[in-house]
């Protein structure tokens, strides 16, 4: 077996929190907290939300590329759920020359538009089999949330998301990794993630899960195990077609067969890999971000830990597995 330091970070575009949670000004190098917080997760595998490309906010900075260099990923993918710059109370002001979903890697640092956009982003230092990416349409409204820097709550429209899946070379053969980052609308979420069970269907097991799911305690891994025992359950056309059948041998004056009940369709083994509150960063009292399993034994996990960082109001999570 080899250990592996997996990780997930809920960046908030790399903001400078000071200890108090209160946002900092950026330095003039505007990605070096961001690196410095990378680097010391020492990550294999990085999974990364509210990631920036080019806003000026962030000081123009390609976050995801920054971040691949301050943990020495050999192959990483940015998912940019959109493209266009973030407008006060009212959401992003979208770029209408790009829409839909794009994905850059590293063969588009040195050739980049310069086109603003956000996302999610995963890096990995192990060689990869396989990449794949959707977009998740955002909810038709929002709600009154706390935001940084400011009192109170303030109402927030809901976002387009984004999440990207790998199929990682490991040690002992493939496994699959997702990054994701899941609306704060509920109801919303939790079909994006039964969504993310199905998407992933046809990858190689092990799963990895990870991400900011807006969804606390037991339910993101109640919910991607009902994805998987609903994917089993008999069809109703296969139901139908077998009392057809029963109908058909009554008629025919066969004696009635004593009925089987089947037995109800198990949960797959999805649990928590960590549990340990992560938002926000300077009080943690709530876990929004998660890494989830499948397939991987509950003795394969080592540690699991939340680092405070001086960037973004969640902190990291990261474990460390044989895997």
Do not use: C
């Not at 829409?99 to 086109?115: F, N, S």
């Not at 296969?238 to 009940?261: D, F, K, M, S, Y």
């Not at 797959?268 to 989830?292: I, K, M």
């Not at 397939?295 to 960082?309: F, I, M």
Request: hydrophobic share 45%; no cysteine; proline share 9%.
């Amino acid at each position: 077996m080899s250990q592996l330091r997996i990780a997930t970070f809920n960046l908030l575009h790399g903001q400078p929190l000071a200890a108090d949670g209160a946002p900092l000004p950026y330095p003039a190098e505007a990605g070096a907290p961001l690196g410095d917080a990378v680097a010391a997760l020492d990550a294999d595998v990085l999974a990364l939300q509210e990631v920036d490309r080019h806003q000026e906010r962030s000081g123009l900075v390609d976050q995801a590329a920054v971040a691949a260099k301050a943990m020495g990923a050999a192959d990483w993918r940015f998912a940019a759920a959109l493209h266009g710059r973030p407008a006060p109370s009212a959401g992003w002001v979208p770029d209408p020359a790009v829409t839909g979903l794009q994905v850059y890697g590293p063969a588009e640092v040195d050739t980049a538009t310069g086109r603003p956009s956000y996302g999610t982003a995963l890096l990995t230092r192990l060689p990869v089999r396989h990449w794949r990416a959707r977009r998740f349409a955002p909810a038709p409204f929002g709600l009154p949330l706390r935001v940084a820097g400011r009192r109170g709550l303030t109402a927030v429209p809901d976002e387009p998301r984004a999440a990207l899946a790998a199929v990682l070379e490991g040690a002992h053969g493939p496994f699959t990794v997702v990054a994701a980052h899941l609306s704060f609308v509920p109801g919303w979420n939790v079909a994006q993630l039964a969504a993310v069970r199905r998407w992933i269907a046809d990858l190689p097991q092990p799963y990895l899960v990870l991400g900011d799911f807006n969804l606390i305690g037991a339910v993101p891994r109640t919910v991607l195990g009902s994805a998987a025992a609903i994917e089993r359950t008999t069809s109703r056309e296969r139901v139908r077609e077998l009392r057809a059948a029963r109908r058909g041998r009554i008629a025919q004056g066969e004696p009635r067969r004593r009925r089987v009940r089947e037995p109800r369709p198990r949960l797959q083994g999805w649990y928590d890999l960590a549990r340990t509150p992560t938002y926000p960063s300077h009080r943690p009292a709530v876990q929004f971000d998660h890494v989830l399993a499948v397939g991987v034994p509950r003795t394969a996990v080592r540690s699991a830990t939340t680092l405070r960082t001086g960037v973004s109001d969640h902190r990291p999570l990261l474990v460390e597995v044989d895997l």
